[in-house]
């Protein structure tokens, strides 16, 4: 049952059949209710937004104080003060974003007896890369180098030296002529010098400040037992490691601090230990399918994964203004358990779960009243959630989840901020749920004009707030169903990086500000991809009322820059009408 709190009779939370005791459950209630009359979502925002510019604008903690005052005057003075403040950390990170679209990519290829078709494709694909980032994202600048390895008994060839490294160069033309000057051959046992090589890449090449990209390519792995558990017939001729003393914890520590962000394509199964201990040392990174066969489908392959990794590292270094290895670093950090929970065996929660009506006109999407705290509708929650996240973004952990009250149990994701508890407010998740409430409103405009075009629709997922009381705790989370049975992606950025190209998405955030009339657009698209439909979760709006949105909002500047700048129209945003309508309102 929907409940609005701005109007009835405010209900007991009871429920016989859960596990929770009626005490707690009193508690619970009562707990909620008192949160509730204190919720000020105006000045929380504001105190919100203005702890979250101090910390991001660290070079002027000294000169910005907040102001504290409850006079209306005062006020009115403090949201003008902190707007203004805003719009200077929007230019900030602006300026942060404009740095990352510098890319400095390296090639790190093992070029022994078996990789002459991988050094090939590596040579070939550089200009289909190139002309697809340039039609995609124009605004990226990409330089490209490579470093080659061998193996040990290589040091003293001429001809095919163990380590070959050709710094970064923004001529393609001059990428290809130095990989033409690369043998496959060397090596001698089954391992391969690949801690030298990756060690070469970070130390020997001439990185820049920017996204900083390795793409590492090889069928080997390093030598050591931990990598091979050599035997007669997997030989080794360096079961101890490494003898020039590199170790994999000392290079890849090394590449972290110099914040690099590293890409793995794999050719065999033998270097899945490899894998395996990198990303306990590292935490996650993407690893690419090359298996060669087909040279077309080889160079195909490489397009791809070259393409993704420099998109996936500009959306990761520019993300909220914060390096890429931070995050990994983060995520590394954290308990993760990708496993779901045997739910027999985890307790029933109950909570209280909230939401926001969407709008029915595009006034009410703009007036900031309608998303106050009277018009939010509630009912009572039961679920199980998972003891640990099964994985973390840069803003979220995210944990898997059922929804008990449904037969059988809804399998749900439950979301939970990563900030510290100052920032962790009841406040900044209504501020998820009403973004979700501008984006389903948004993609319901956009599909009643796609469904008369033929053009693949665009939904939401709705998400919803959940409070609960659990281990004598108050938690939070944005909850919303499960997106099943297909790859999760992401498309595109707030930075305006397009991750992987899908024009109905370009032409939807397009359409967004154009039916807004520049007030709004929505970007960060991410979710499944399905048959003429995108499913879609956790997007972020830049407004050009700074003050809405969080930190993720890059106002006005950032739909001029980060969207206008770099969109090109396509089929479906000609479909739509809005191919002559990207200035209008700039």
């Given at each position: 049952?929907?409940?609005?709190?701005?109007?009835?009779?405010?209900?007991?939370?009871t429920?016989?059949?859960?596990?929770?005791?009626?005490?707690?459950?009193?508690?619970?209630?009562?707990?909620f209710?008192?949160?509730?009359?204190?919720?000020?979502?105006?000045?929380q925002?504001?105190?919100?937004?203005?702890?979250?510019?101090l910390?991001?604008l660290t070079?002027?903690?000294?000169?910005?104080?907040?102001?504290?005052?409850?006079?209306?005057?005062?006020?009115?003075?403090?949201?003008e003060?902190?707007?203004?403040r805003?719009?200077?950390?929007?230019?900030?990170?602006?300026?942060?974003?404009?740095r990352?679209?510098?890319v400095?990519?390296?090639?790190?290829?093992?070029?022994t007896?078996?990789m002459?078709?991988?050094?090939?494709?590596?040579?070939?694909?550089?200009?289909?890369?190139?002309?697809?980032?340039?039609?995609?994202?124009?605004?990226?600048r990409?330089?490209?180098?490579?470093c080659?390895?061998?193996?040990?008994?290589?040091?003293?060839?001429?001809?095919?030296?163990?380590l070959?490294?050709f710094?970064?160069?923004?001529?393609?033309?001059?990428?290809r002529?130095?990989?033409?000057?690369?043998?496959?051959?060397g090596?001698?046992?089954?391992?391969?010098?690949?801690?030298?090589?990756?060690?070469?890449?970070?130390?020997q090449?001439t990185?820049h400040?920017?996204?900083?990209?390795?793409?590492?390519?090889?069928?080997?792995?390093?030598?050591g037992?931990?990598f091979?558990?050599?035997?007669?017939?997997?030989?080794?001729?360096?079961?101890?490691?490494?003898?020039?003393?590199l170790?994999?914890?000392?290079?890849?520590?090394?590449?972290?601090s110099?914040?690099i962000?590293?890409?793995?394509?794999?050719?065999?199964?033998?270097?899945?230990?490899?894998?395996q201990i990198?990303r306990?040392?590292i935490?996650?990174?993407?690893?690419?399918d090359?298996?060669?066969?087909?040279?077309?489908?080889?160079i195909n392959?490489?397009?791809?994964?070259?393409?993704?990794?420099?998109?996936?590292?500009?959306t990761?270094?520019?993300?909220?203004?914060?390096?890429?290895?931070?995050?990994?670093?983060?995520r590394?950090?954290?308990?993760?358990?990708?496993?779901?929970?045997?739910w027999?065996?985890?307790?029933n929660q109950?909570?209280?779960?909230?939401?926001?009506?969407?709008?029915?006109t595009?006034?009410e999407?703009?007036?900031?009243?309608?998303?106050k705290?009277?018009?939010?509708?509630?009912?009572?929650?039961?679920?199980?959630?998972?003891?640990?996240?099964?994985?973390?973004?840069?803003?979220?952990?995210?944990y898997?989840?059922?929804?008990?009250?449904?037969?059988?149990p809804?399998?749900?994701?439950?979301?939970?901020?990563?900030?510290?508890?100052?920032?962790?407010?009841f406040?900044?998740?209504?501020?998820?749920?009403?973004?979700?409430?501008?984006?389903?409103?948004?993609?319901?405009?956009?599909n009643?004009i796609?469904?008369?075009k033929?053009?693949?629709?665009?939904?939401?997922?709705?998400?919803?707030?959940?409070?609960?009381?659990?281990?004598?705790?108050?938690?939070?989370?944005?909850?919303?169903?499960?997106?099943?049975?297909?790859?999760?992606?992401?498309?595109?950025?707030?930075?305006?990086?397009?991750v992987?190209?899908?024009p109905?998405?370009?032409?939807?955030?397009?359409?967004t500000?154009?039916?807004?009339?520049?007030?709004?657009?929505?970007c960060?698209?991410?979710?499944?991809?399905?048959?003429?439909?995108?499913?879609?979760?956790?997007?972020?709006?830049?407004?050009?009322?700074?003050?809405?949105?969080?930190?993720?909002?890059?106002?006005?500047?950032?739909?001029?820059k980060?969207?206008?700048?770099?969109?090109?129209?396509?089929?479906?945003?000609?479909?739509?009408?809005?191919?002559?309508?990207?200035y209008?309102?700039?």
């Amino acid at each position: 049952m929907k409940k609005n709190f701005g109007t009835g009779k405010r209900e007991t939370i009871t429920n016989a059949t859960a596990t929770t005791s009626a005490s707690s459950i009193s508690s619970l209630t009562s707990s909620f209710l008192r949160d509730f009359d204190r919720l000020n979502l105006s000045e929380q925002r504001l105190d919100r937004y203005d702890n979250e510019i101090l910390s991001s604008l660290t070079s002027n903690r000294s000169t910005i104080r907040p102001t504290t005052s409850s006079n209306e005057t005062t006020r009115i003075n403090k949201r003008e003060a902190i707007t203004n403040r805003r719009e200077k950390a929007i230019s900030k990170t602006l300026a942060n974003i404009e740095r990352t679209m510098k890319v400095d990519l390296c090639y790190v290829l093992d070029c022994t007896g078996s990789m002459s078709s991988h050094i090939a494709a590596a040579k070939d694909c550089i200009l289909q890369v190139m002309e697809y980032i340039k039609n995609t994202n124009p605004c990226i600048r990409v330089q490209v180098g490579f470093c080659g390895y061998r193996d040990h008994c290589d040091n003293l060839n001429k001809v095919a030296p163990r380590l070959q490294v050709f710094d970064f160069t923004s001529s393609h033309q001059e990428f290809r002529n130095n990989l033409a000057t690369v043998p496959a051959t060397g090596g001698g046992d089954l391992p391969e010098d690949v801690l030298g090589g990756l060690n070469a890449a970070i130390t020997q090449m001439t990185w820049h400040d920017g996204t900083r990209v390795i793409l590492h390519i090889g069928d080997a792995p390093p030598h050591g037992r931990r990598f091979t558990n050599s035997t007669d017939s997997y030989p080794d001729s360096y079961p101890d490691g490494d003898p020039n003393g590199l170790t994999a914890e000392s290079v890849l520590k090394k590449m972290q601090s110099k914040e690099i962000n590293y890409f793995f394509g794999k050719i065999t199964q033998s270097t899945d230990t490899m894998v395996q201990i990198f990303r306990s040392i590292i935490g996650e990174f993407p690893v690419f399918d090359l298996l060669g066969g087909d040279p077309i489908d080889l160079i195909n392959k490489f397009v791809r994964a070259t393409t993704l990794s420099i998109t996936t590292s500009v959306t990761l270094t520019s993300s909220l203004g914060s390096r890429s290895t931070n995050s990994s670093k983060q995520r590394s950090d954290l308990w993760i358990n990708p496993k779901v929970p045997n739910w027999q065996f985890r307790p029933n929660q109950t909570g209280v779960i909230l939401g926001y009506n969407l709008p029915e006109t595009l006034n009410e999407l703009k007036d900031q009243r309608h998303f106050k705290k009277e018009n939010l509708f509630s009912r009572k929650f039961y679920f199980k959630i998972a003891p640990h996240p099964f994985s973390a973004g840069v803003e979220k952990y995210a944990y898997y989840a059922v929804d008990t009250a449904k037969n059988p149990p809804q399998k749900m994701v439950m979301k939970e901020y990563l900030q510290d508890k100052s920032e962790n407010s009841f406040e900044k998740y209504l501020e998820a749920v009403e973004i979700s409430a501008i984006t389903s409103y948004l993609s319901k405009k956009f599909n009643l004009i796609a469904r008369m075009k033929n053009i693949p629709l665009v939904n939401f997922l709705e998400a919803k707030v959940v409070r609960a009381a659990i281990d004598n705790k108050t938690r939070y989370y944005v909850t919303e169903p499960e997106l099943l049975n297909a790859e999760f992606k992401r498309f595109n950025s707030n930075s305006g990086v397009i991750v992987e190209f899908r024009p109905t998405l370009e032409a939807f955030a397009h359409f967004t500000y154009v039916h807004t009339k520049g007030y709004l657009m929505i970007c960060d698209l991410q979710g499944i991809e399905l048959t003429n439909k995108f499913l879609l979760t956790d997007a972020a709006i830049h407004c050009i009322d700074p003050m809405r949105f969080g930190r993720t909002n890059l106002g006005k500047k950032g739909i001029d820059k980060r969207f206008l700048a770099n969109h090109k129209c396509n089929d479906i945003c000609r479909k739509l009408g809005i191919a002559n309508d990207l200035y209008l309102f700039s």
